[in-house]
């Protein structure tokens, strides 16, 4: 029954999908699509139709903004009165106050004023749902400016205030400020059932484009399928020191092809999937590397169009050109999410990866989740199934199992901000630049990043996805080293961390990298581990090392 009903509101959202691709401005499909969305339980994707919506009443209400015309043509092919069902809903008409005249464009004011209020009750109760409260409060009270008395905002009001003081130990009589209310939000993190680009990543197909790209920069290696200890969650005792049966799952991995040598270049990969998140830096804006102090004989290059653009030398340029640039090119994008508080530093980072990656997608003409640099890219998806198996109207939100860090402010408002900064247009352009191709290319980013500190104040300020590099599974005795400064570079280890045995790594063997710093003890890489790769590392040195632990730690209780 209920599998009934889930299969039905896919088919109504992509129904209401397609008919946006014939009106890309009509407000009142995305208000549709926002309710189709919310009931199948992914209000994040909710909030980012009603934004859309609200965006247009804008447009309509405005006769200088851009989409004046387009937007107000749109919502004339609906009656004022009976106005469209989505707009009629419990009093809200009745608190606004009927509309005087039913022809003109005056009419059509008043209907654009009535969506922005359904707008704000739909982002508010949203976000509420995704546990970002700032924006929830701020939206709702926006709405309440409008509609003091409606009784489904007010109601909404109640609960962002109820989860508020949950989550931040309010004690009954403080008082809950809205700027000091937490904005970061979670949301699922999955392949959406209508996402039709994520590929079969163990097809031959796939092998084989993945083995063509491998070897131009890591000719000694394939990329194969690997059999990986599950990660633990929370695990102790015998599960979690390797006495139990370990439970393993699929995933691809390098391996090498012929012998490699200790100290042998492995993998010498470039990539100009890479974010730098401060205004004004002196790094290569295609490669992030550092740049060297202006000097004659410097071979770095600025864009002879956009004249703050700087590039290590001409093939970084070129790189730049080819791939991305052009799209970006003095566009007055390079200020966008720079100089963040430092609370914001992760988020802007991978919000710069998500800008470059859109600005690749836009040059290439490819939808974003094609471009090749990502499109590979496991993003640790949880089943649609897990993500929403608990009923609707009874569960705690946001629930446990999702685990896709989302806001408003780095989900929805700023990647559509860049787009428009980008000259795109954000409601033709739906397919490429839906809220759902975000999300998925940031859970492709949270996984595999690798981000860079600034030598001068310890704070992350670059960031890159290297897409083979990441593909090398991790192990906490590791068959290679790597460093990052324009081109990632993976070693063979002379030695092993484990028992100093020589290094090296032998054809058919995989090749073991390293996410985290392998000289931590066990109990530290573990908590490393659950929080970047979602469980406990089961490696086989964590598992020896945490049952010598166990043994140690029972011989002193009988002592
Ligand atoms: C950067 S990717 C590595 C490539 C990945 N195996 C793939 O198929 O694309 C990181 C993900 O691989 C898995 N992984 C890597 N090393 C692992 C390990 N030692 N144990 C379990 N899972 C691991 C985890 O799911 C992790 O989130």
């Known amino acids: 029954m209920v599998e009934e009903t889930t299969a039905e509101l896919l088919k109504r959202r992509q129904e209401l999908t397609d008919a946006l691709a014939d009106a890309p401005y009509d407000l009142i499909l995305y208000l549709e699509r926002a309710i189709v969305h919310f009931d199948l339980v992914y209000p994040d994707l909710a909030a980012g139709d009603a934004y859309r919506a609200l965006l247009l009443t804008d447009e309509i209400r405005d006769e200088n903004f851009e989409y004046h015309e387009e937007a107000l043509k749109a919502c004339q092919a609906y009656t004022i009165n009976p ?22 464009e005056q009419a059509y004011n008043w209907l654009a004023k009535l969506a922005s209020v359904r707008c704000f009750q739909i982002l508010s109760s949203s976000l509420l749902r995704c546990g970002c409260l700032q924006s929830a409060m701020k939206f709702c009270e ?23 003081r949950k989550r931040l130990k309010l004690q009954p009589g403080d008082l809950v400020e809205v700027n000091n209310l937490p904005d970061r939000g979670i949301a699922r993190r999955e392949v959406y059932p209508w996402n039709t680009y994520e590929p079969d990543r163990f097809s031959e197909h796939s092998l084989s484009f ?14 194969r399928v690997s059999e990986l200890p599950v990660l633990l969650n929370g695990g102790s005792g015998a599960a979690a020191n390797g006495t139990e049966a370990i439970l393993t799952c699929k995933q691809l991995g390098i391996f090498a092809k012929e012998d490699i040598a200790p100290g042998e270049i492995v993998l010498d990969e470039y990539s100009v999937l890479t974010a730098n998140n401060r205004h004004k830096e002196s790094t290569c804006d295609s490669c992030g590397t550092e740049l060297p102090p202006l000097a004659e004989n410097s071979k770095a290059v600025s864009c002879p169009e956009c004249y703050d653009t700087i590039f290590c030398d001409d093939f970084c340029y070129e790189q730049a050109q080819t791939q991305y640039h052009p799209a970006v090119c003095d566009k007055d994008v390079d200020s966008i999410a720079k100089d963040p508080d430092p609370q914001d530093i992760d988020q802007s980072l991978y919000l710069l990866l998500l800008a470059r990656l859109l600005a690749m997608a836009e040059h290439q003409g490819l939808h974003p989740l094609e471009v090749s640099s990502v499109k590979y890219i496991w993003g640790d998806f949880v089943s649609p199934a897990q993500n929403s198996s608990s009923n609707p109207s009874q569960a705690i939100y946001p629930p446990s199992q999702w685990t896709l860090p989302f806001s408003f402010r780095y989900n929805i408002a700023t990647p559509l901000h860049i787009l428009e900064k980008m000259d795109i247009n954000i409601y033709t352009t739906l397919s490429r630049h839906d809220i759902w191709v975000f999300n998925t290319a940031y859970a492709k980013f949270r996984g595999t990043a690798s981000a860079r500190k600034n030598p001068r104040d310890g704070r992350p300020d670059v960031a890159a996805v290297h897409p083979f590099w990441c593909l090398a599974n991790h192990d906490c005795d590791p068959n290679v080293t790597w460093e990052w400064g324009g ?5 063979a280890r002379k030695t092993r961390v484990v028992g100093g045995k020589e290094g090296g790594i032998k054809k058919g063997e995989e090749v073991l990298n390293h996410y985290c710093d392998v000289d931590l003890p066990v109990q530290q890489r573990r908590e490393w581990a659950s929080g970047s790769l979602g469980g406990w590392c089961m490696c086989r040195r964590c598992r020896e090392e945490a049952a010598e632990q166990a043994t140690k730690k029972a011989e002193s209780e009988k002592k």
């Not at 993945?210 to 990329?223: D, H, M, S």
């Not at 081109?487 to 070693?491: A, C, D, E, G, T």
């Open 210 to 223: 993945l083995n063509q790209e491998l070897a131009k920069f890591a000719p000694k290696c394939e990329v």
């Open 487 to 491: 081109r990632m570079v993976l070693w």
């Open 83 to 104: 106005c469209p069902g989505v707009l009629d809903h419990s009093s809200l008409i009745q608190d606004l106050g009927p509309v005087t005249n039913d022809g003109g």
């Open 142 to 164: 926006r709405g309440l400016g409008v509609v003091p008395h409606n009784k489904e905002l007010l109601q909404i009001k109640n609960d962002i205030e109820q989860a508020a």
